[in-house]
């Protein structure tokens, strides 16, 4: 019982389907025998086919949707549900958006709350995320361009300001309970920067009144938190700490401790640590209506799977594992603040809504069953329930467009309350992403996603293989899924294949797999980047002459290091990628400024091994074409570490390219750089590999020693 607004018919998804896995069978010669037969297609090189995607309608009709809320204290029964969506026709503003429930819902445009100058982006740990929160008809966001926390009543009313002008503080992940004047937030205080008074920002857990602004702090000596969560009955604080040279996913506590009744205080001597500590993580704790405390963890016990867990708040600290399953994880990294897998059911306190298998499936928690609710989705993130028992998420799946969505877990029946893109006018263009594993070295096995290339309207030459790109997520603790990618389509519509690959290290396969990064960034994922393309290479289904690498930042690191020091692909792209090791840990933010501890080695006493991996020291090795796409605002991974690579290759007499957006931070968010980008790549390939792409460009870069 799936709603038609997502785009395609259940009947055009099985047409869709078996038009994939049929006509377009993914050994690409097959492909090109069949159609050249049934005349249905013209012929044409691979890179050069006209595709109905233009880069434009990537960047124009692409939204970024994150951060979904439901406001439970709503005078609705059914509620409102908020979330946020950056739109990079608007600069890459993001802005807060909200919809009534009702019959009609998915023919409604969204309420716009936050316009103009206000901008709903935190940038606590740089990565920001939850930068609003709404309750009791409230919204309050942190604002981009002076990182002030502001309480908007209406969405036609001007946001008032409630906390100080000049203060050097950042807010994110608000959170609050019905019938108190406050919230609890995660602060970071940079003013003890600017100040001389410490390196680097101090974070905290703040209690903020919202009717005067005053201030609090509740938490604070840890150098990170996340997650503070206040319990249903107002009297009980939960939240996540952590230490340098850990991340959010390595080993960290979970702690609680009883709140005054008006948040200005903890009861110091109640304060405990509940979860956690070394070989431990613990993320997305949350409390349910009977003032349980539960939380995701992958320690030992869950056979180092993120699985679903319910506190023991005795001192034994027996905790009782839910749900979890070795091969099967709940949750992801926390490069964000507020990504929940999991959610309780307001109206049947044994009810939880949950991500597990690529399913969004209701456990109970008496009978620990689960009951899967079909969806054409295979991921869902940001789990809410409404009011009502419906829940919302924000959903994506291999030929469906992330959406928030508003699922009825009884019928099934799915609503489109947002998509994040147009539905295809013609499914049939879509290329649907198939889940691999390979070995690679060390006798070892990594995973990857491959898009083979597709059109209705053409198919290569008889013989003839598609290039590929391999693409690089970045993090590099992060992990790509099967899903409707339009950067990809751009690409696969126009004859290349995709492959993205989740090399050791990737979540989303347990902690041992994420752990086999550890010490070995620069080599198992650059090994499993050329064993991935190797892989298909090897099976006939792209060219081994045209290989090319793509990523950014982490990715784009992985680019460089696969190009400098292994001879494999034929071209590649960094996007503000990472050339220098030692040079990062100077000259990036506190949040992962140990990050390379862990991933490396600790310096100054592995400053060799530093030394031996970064592509800046080697450019003697690199003898392929290479383009850059820098930020000039990029705090993380600063313009010099892209520049110093460009002036190498351009010394050599590689061919090269640099284009510099002097507006951008750490990933492009505005229109016409996401278009500049794209068909810059495009082009670059067509030029450095030999085809000329359909597309007539308006702006190409400049490709010295070409």
């Not at 049929?22 to 086919?49: D, E, H, I, N, Q």
């Not at 990715?555 to 030692?582: E, I, K, N, P, Q």
Request: proline content about 5%; overall charge negative; some cysteine.
């Amino acid at each position: 019982a799936q709603s038609h607004d997502i785009g395609f018919t259940l009947s055009a998804l099985r047409k869709l389907t078996q038009f994939c896995f049929t006509s377009c069978a993914f050994l690409s010669g097959r492909v090109c025998r069949r159609s050249a037969m049934s005349s249905s297609k013209s012929v044409a090189a691979y890179g050069s086919w006209k595709s109905p995607i233009a880069a434009a309608d990537v960047a124009n009709e692409t939204l970024k949707l994150d951060t979904v809320r439901v406001d439970t204290n709503s005078e609705r029964k059914d509620g409102l549900v908020y979330w946020t969506e950056l739109r990079p026709w608007e600069g890459g503003a993001i802005r807060v958006c909200s919809k009534a429930m009702g019959q009609d819902v998915s023919k409604e445009d969204p309420t716009q709350w936050t316009r103009g100058d206000y901008n709903a982006r935190t940038c606590v740990h740089e990565y920001g995320g939850a930068g609003f929160y709404v309750h009791s008809g409230v919204v309050y966001f942190s604002n981009f361009k002076d990182q002030r926390l502001y309480k908007q009543t209406a969405p036609d009313a001007e946001p008032v300001a409630i906390s100080p002008a000049d203060s050097g503080w950042r807010f994110a992940d608000c959170h609050s309970v019905h019938g108190k004047n406050y919230i609890v937030a995660v602060r970071e205080d940079h003013s003890v920067v600017s100040a001389g008074v410490a390196k680097e920002p101090e974070n905290m857990v703040v209690s903020v009144n919202v009717d005067s602004g005053e201030q609090h702090v509740l938490v604070r000596g840890s150098d990170f938190y996340s997650c503070p969560r206040v319990s249903p009955d107002g009297t009980q604080l939960a939240w996540v700490q952590w230490q340098h040279p850990n991340l959010p996913w390595d080993d960290t506590e979970l702690w609680a401790a009883q709140i005054a009744s008006n948040g200005s205080s903890l009861v110091v001597e109640s304060s405990r640590k509940i979860a956690g500590g070394e070989g431990i993580n613990i993320i997305q704790p949350s409390w349910s209506s009977s003032g349980d405390l539960y939380f995701v963890s992958d320690s030992a016990a869950s056979d180092s799977f993120w699985s679903l867990y319910r506190a023991d708040m005795s001192e034994q600290g027996k905790h009782h594992k839910l749900l979890g399953e070795h091969g099967h994880e709940i949750g992801s990294p926390a490069w964000q603040f507020n990504n929940s897998s999991y959610a309780f059911n307001p109206n049947n306190s044994k009810e939880i809504a949950v991500s597990f298998k690529g399913n969004l499936q209701i456990f109970n928690t008496d009978t620990e069953k689960l009951t899967a609710i079909p969806t054409n989705f295979s991921s869902h993130s940001h789990i809410v329930y409404s009011p009502d028992g419906h829940i919302v998420t924000i959903s994506t799946g291999p030929t469906v467009f992330s959406s928030v969505t508003r699922i009825n877990p009884v019928t099934g029946k799915v609503q489109v309350l947002r998509a994040s893109c147009k539905p295809f006018s013609d499914p049939a263009y879509i290329s649907v992403g198939r889940e691999i594993t390979f070995e690679t070295a060390d006798n070892d096995h990594a995973h990857a996603i491959y898009y083979p290339p597709n059109s209705k309207d053409f198919c290569g030459p008889e013989g003839e293989k598609p290039p590929l790109i391999v693409r690089v997520h970045g993090g590099p603790t992060s992990c790509a899924k099967v899903s409707l990618n339009t950067e990809y389509q751009y690409y696969t519509t126009r004859g290349f294949a995709v492959l993205d690959v989740n090399y050791r290290g990737s979540t989303g396969y347990g902690r041992v797999y994420r752990d086999k990064l550890k010490k070995k960034w620069g080599v198992c994922d650059v090994d499993d980047a050329v064993h991935g393309a190797l892989h298909l290479s090897k099976a006939g289904e792209v060219d081994g002459k045209r290989l090319a690498i793509s990523g950014g930042s982490a990715g784009g690191y992985t680019v460089l290091a696969s190009l400098t020091f292994r001879d494999v692909f034929r071209a590649g792209c960094s996007r503000y990628g990472v050339s220098d090791l030692s040079a990062l840990t100077s000259d990036t933010h506190k949040f992962e400024s140990r990050y390379l501890d862990q991933l490396v080695g600790v310096l100054p006493a592995e400053k060799s091994v530093y030394d031996e991996r970064s592509p800046i020291n080697f450019v003697d090795k690199l003898n392929v074409p290479v383009i850059f796409f820098q930020g000039g605002e990029d705090k993380v991974v600063p313009p010099d570490q892209s520049e110093l690579m460009f002036n190498a290759l351009k010394s050599k007499g590689i061919a090269t390219a640099y284009v510099y957006f002097p507006d951008e931070q750490h990933g492009f968010r505005k229109l016409e750089n996401i278009v500049a980008a794209l068909e810059g790549e495009l082009y670059f390939y067509g030029r450095v590999m030999g085809f000329t792409p359909a597309d007539n460009f308006d702006k190409v870069p400049d490709i010295v020693n070409l």
